[in-house]
Each structure stands twice: as structure tokens, then as C-alpha cells.
């Protein structure tokens, strides 16, 4: 396994998905295409809003966020006093809605965030709960993969976050294509991990370091299985 594929830096592997400006692995386009064809036969839309993300573009999420200028929430999406909060507060708060540049599975290219065009636009959606369930826009699409996904006919497609493990808060729009994240999961080492923070020029990277193995069991490897 190549390292820059788990750390988000490199694109060999990826094809970007026609018509969009998105780029997903390459091994698993034909699922996807299916899945969305099997979809667009139920009526929906089913699109993405976010696939691969690059390595860079997490590093500026996460300085962002450590550095005060970019608002962090708690569990309920309140905004935080950022003045109020010790650095091992702030480097939680941010792990539960993103990831560490180098640590998250957007980087791999078998991720992807979606939504329902048909019931929502690329603008309106904000990946949020509560668009997913209910009378949420897109509810309905979730309902329909629920089932695709519990009868194992979602074209090996699951969602990683969708209960509360304590860990990154649960998004029912992730959906992840297992034969190839868990491969990629089970080559990224705990020394790798922790390494590629070593090497990382983020903010609070001492505070970071001295929780790199809980951040690893419970932000990285605690997700759900298929
Ligand atoms: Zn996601």
C-alpha cells in the first residue's frame, strides 16, 4: 500500500466522476455508478458533495479550527468559546467533526459525502442529522439505503459513522465503499499514525502528540463495520 494514498497525497489512484468536479478511486466508479443508477430508478438524486479531499486542504481545516478562526460546536452543533477552552478541550472538540490532516478517510478516495439532488441543492445542504431522518430532505434516499445497506444490496457501500461510538459524532451521509477502506484502514498503523503528526506542521501538534493514541483508537479506528 502506498503511504500517500492513507495520508491524502496522491491522486494515482482516483478518477474524477464525470460531469463533477469530484474524484473517487478508481476500483470502485462502477459500484457507485450502480448504486446511483438503482437509486435514480427509486427516485432520487443521489449526489455527492464532498470525495476525496487532499491532504493541504485538511491541514487548512485544522489550523483553521485549532487557531480560533474557524467556530467550533459541541455534540449539539452550539457554538464554543474558543478563549474558554484548554488545548486538549479544543483538540477534541474539533476531532469529533474533522479529522486530523493525514487521518481522514476523505483522503482515501473510497468516502464520499451525500445528498439528494432531487430534494436539495448543492448550496442548501449542510450535513447535518437532521436532514437525514424524519421529515428531512433527505430522508427518504437514507430510508431507501437503510435497507440496501441492511440487505447487503448497496454494491459493498456502508456508512462508517452511523452510530455514536464516542468518537466522530454520527453522519449518516458518509458512505464508504468497504472492500477498499478496509484495506486501507488496516494498513494505517498506529506508528504511522503517529508519525505522520511528527511530520505534520499543525497547530497544537505537542497536545495532538500527547493523545495520538487515543485519538487513534477512538477518533480513527472506532468506526462501524458493515
Ligand atoms: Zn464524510
Redesign the pocket.
Known sequence: MNIDILLGKTTEHLVPLEGTKFLIHKQMLYDFLKLQKEAAAEGFDLKII?AFRDYERQLKIWNLKASGQRQLVDDQERPLQFSELSPTQIIFAILRWSALPGGSR?HWGT?I?IYDGNTQTHESVQLVPSETVGTGPASRLHAWLDSKIETNSAYGFYRPYSTDRGGVAP?RW?LSYYALSRRIMESYTFSLFKKNIEESDIQLKDVVLEHAHEIYERFFLNVDLP
Do not use: P, V
Open positions: 464532498s476523505h468516502d459525502d453522519e458518509h
